[in-house]
C-alpha cells in the first residue's frame, strides 16, 4: 500500500514550457486535492476533484488545468510556465464525508526561471 | 482572507519544555478542525483532530482541545523531543457540511528543539 505518490519529485522548467504533475493514490479515495505550498503562505487549494470524471476551482486555479480520468490519478498541468508557479506541489487525497482525514503525497519541488 | 490564524515561528525549545502553538479560526457553526505536522522534505501527515466543540483530539504526546468560547485549537505537548522539531499547521474544515472535504490551512509553525 504505498499511499499517495507523486511524480516527478524535482523539476526545473523555463518561462513557457509545459508540464504534467502526476499524483496517484491507492486507497480507494473519492476526493483528491492539489495544493501549493509557499513560504509564509501555508498551503492553498489548487483544483480539487470529488470524483471520477468531476474537477472543481480552488483558491489559486489559474495557470493550471487538472483532469480526473481514472479515480486513483490526478493530474496536474501547467500550460505555459511563469515563474510565479515556482513552489512545492502537494497531492492529497481523502474519504468522502466531512471531517475526514488527508492523506498527502511527498511534493514535486518546481523551479521556473 | 485565511480563516485560521497561527502564531508566528519559528519557535525554538529546549528538549523536554512544554509547548504551545496557538491556533485561531473564524467560522459559521462548527466545523472539524485538524493538526497536520510536515517532517523535514516530506508532505503533512495528520497529527490530531477534534470533530465537535470541546473534543479533545490527542496523538503522541500533543494535544489540542476544540474550544468554540474562543474559537481556539491550540497544540500542547508537556516535554518535546529533538524529533518534534517540524512545521506544524493548524487547518479547519472549509464549510460546516461537507464541501468536497476541503481545508483551509493556517501559514504554518516552525518548530525547533534543540538537545
Known amino acids: 500500500n504505498a499511499g499517495v505518490t507523486q511524480t516527478p519529485k524535482f523539476r526545473v522548467l523555463k518561462t513557457g514550457q509545459s508540464m504534467t504533475l502526476l499524483c496517484a493514490q491507492d486507497?480507494?479515495?473519492?476526493?483528491m486535492y492539489w495544493y501549493r505550498q509557499d513560504p509564509g503562505m501555508g498551503l492553498r487549494l489548487i483544483h480539487y476533484?470529488?470524483?471520477?470524471?468531476?474537477?472543481a476551482k480552488g483558491e489559486v486555479p489559474d495557470g493550471y488545468n487538472v483532469s480526473r480520468l481514472k479515480k486513483q490519478n490526478f493530474l496536474l498541468g501547467l500550460e505555459s510556465a511563469a515563474p510565479s508557479q515556482t513552489s512545492v506541489y502537494f497531492c492529497?487525497?481523502?474519504?468522502?464525508?466531512?471531517?475526514?482525514?488527508?492523506?498527502f503525497g511527498p511534493g514535486t519541488r518546481l523551479t521556473v526561471l | 482572507g485565511n480563516s485560521v490564524t497561527q502564531m508566528e515561528g519559528p519557535v525554538t525549545l529546549s528538549e523536554e519544555a512544554f509547548l504551545t502553538i496557538n491556533c485561531t479560526y473564524t467560522?459559521?457553526?462548527?466545523?472539524?478542525l485538524f493538526w497536520y505536522v510536515q517532517y523535514p522534505g516530506e508532505g503533512l501527515q495528520l497529527l490530531l483532530k477534534?470533530?465537535?466543540?470541546?473534543d479533545k483530539g490527542s496523538n503522541k504526546g500533543f494535544e489540542a482541545t476544540y474550544r468554540k468560547e474562543t474559537t481556539s485549537f491550540h497544540l500542547e505537548k508537556g516535554s518535546v523531543q529533538v524529533s518534534d522539531s517540524a512545521v506544524y499547521f493548524c487547518?479547519?474544515?472549509?464549510?460546516?457540511?461537507?464541501?468536497?472535504?476541503?481545508?483551509?490551512f493556517g501559514q504554518g509553525t516552525e518548530l525547533s528543539v534543540k538537545p
Open positions: 477534534a470533530t465537535k466543540a470541546d
Open positions: 487547518a479547519r474544515q472549509r464549510g460546516v457540511y461537507n464541501q468536497g472535504g476541503k481545508l483551509i
Open positions: 486507497m480507494n479515495h473519492e476526493y
Open positions: 467560522a459559521t457553526g462548527y466545523p472539524s
Open positions: 492529497a487525497s481523502s474519504y468522502s464525508g466531512s471531517g475526514n482525514e488527508q492523506f
Open positions: 476533484s470529488v470524483g471520477e470524471g468531476t474537477t
